[in-house]
């Protein structure tokens, strides 16, 4: 039985380009159905007659004064359950993530996860199908490869 090609590891660095984030840790989390990402404060606006959302990304722990910006046009708003069992409704924005060499398009849910130590969580809906998960090690792609990845077509289920 031959081993997928798409092999990651708990943690991951990862890119979000349409967003103008170029590195990024990322906690891979199978037991999670829906990705997110750190965004605060999170602002609806509005761009030719349709729904965007602009919003401020602490991309480190360590600096959590600096702010990237970021818009996006809205593909949803989803009510989802946090890992404290709370609801709470939630944007959800497309983009592409770029991990090692390899990027897709995935929807996430835009929240404040100012207190995680993580700023994205990729669930498992956010993973290409041929993923395979290694629960003990990090870092498996090293760092996101911008140059010319391969682009993996994928569609949350």
């Known amino acids: 039985m031959a081993l997928s090609h798409l092999r990651f590891g708990w943690r991951e660095w990862a890119a979000l380009p349409q967003l103008r984030v170029r590195r990024l840790r990322v906690k891979v989390d199978t037991g999670a159905r829906t990705s997110t990402l750190h965004a605060y404060p999170i602002e609806a606006i509005e761009r030719n007659g349709l729904p965007w959302v602009?919003?401020?990304l602490h991309l480190s722990r360590k600096d959590p004064e600096k702010?990237?910006?970021c818009e996006a046009p809205v593909l949803?708003?989803?009510?989802?359950k946090n890992s404290s069992g709370v609801s709470e409704e939630r944007y959800?924005?497309?983009?592409t993530l770029c991990i090692g060499k390899f990027c897709w398009p995935i929807a996430v849910t835009l929240t404040n996860r100012s207190k995680m130590k993580y700023r994205m969580l990729l669930g498992r809906t956010g993973l290409p199908s041929d993923a395979?998960?290694?629960p003990h090690v990090s870092w498996l792609q090293g760092d996101?490869?911008?140059?010319k990845?391969?682009?993996?077509?994928?569609?949350e289920p």
């Open 54 to 56: 602009r919003f401020g």
């Open 67 to 69: 702010t990237h910006w």
């Open 76 to 80: 949803d708003r989803r009510v989802i």
């Open 92 to 95: 959800v924005v497309a983009t």
């Open 132 to 134: 395979v998960v290694v």
């Open 144 to 147: 996101p490869d911008l140059g």
């Open 149 to 155: 990845p391969s682009i993996h077509e994928f569609v």
